[in-house]
């Protein structure tokens, strides 16, 4: 199993930038993508973005294209996720994910291993 951490979660005014980062550890091998999610209270898990480690192909969520932009370093078996112009509805617990499966980008079933979470939260 891939073993994830995050960090650079925080409180942002509306219109402010956030840059979350993920370090990979364990079997990274099995992480030929990675990607992010995110929980709003009261809601289900969402899709972010995804990234390829061969070639970095990216995916993203309607919502937050051209706002947001994940990249990885494979050398570091790091994914990031470079958050601008945040608005109040970004507010939310952000889960970085590894280990795909079979399975569509955007499935959170797909990934079979998550980091703990860290919150975002921007004010309006």
């Known amino acids: 199993q891939v073993q994830l951490v995050e960090s650079g979660g925080g409180l942002v005014q509306a219109g402010g930038s956030l840059r979350l980062s993920c370090a990979a550890s364990?079997?990274?091998?099995?992480?030929?993508?990675m990607g992010w999610f995110r929980q709003a209270p009261g809601k289900e898990r969402e899709f972010v973005a995804t990234?390829?480690?061969?070639?970095?192909?990216?995916y993203y969520a309607d919502s937050v294209k051209g706002r947001f932009t994940i990249s990885s370093n494979d050398a570091k078996n790091a994914v990031y996720l470079q958050m601008n112009n945040l608005k109040p509805e970004d507010t939310a617990v952000y889960y970085c994910v590894g280990d795909p499966g079979i399975g569509g980008y955007a499935n959170p079933a797909t990934f079979g291993s998550w980091g703990q979470g860290t919150q975002v939260t921007v004010s309006s």
């Open positions: 990234v390829n480690w061969n070639g970095g192909s990216t």
């Open positions: 364990g079997r990274t091998f099995r992480s030929y993508a």
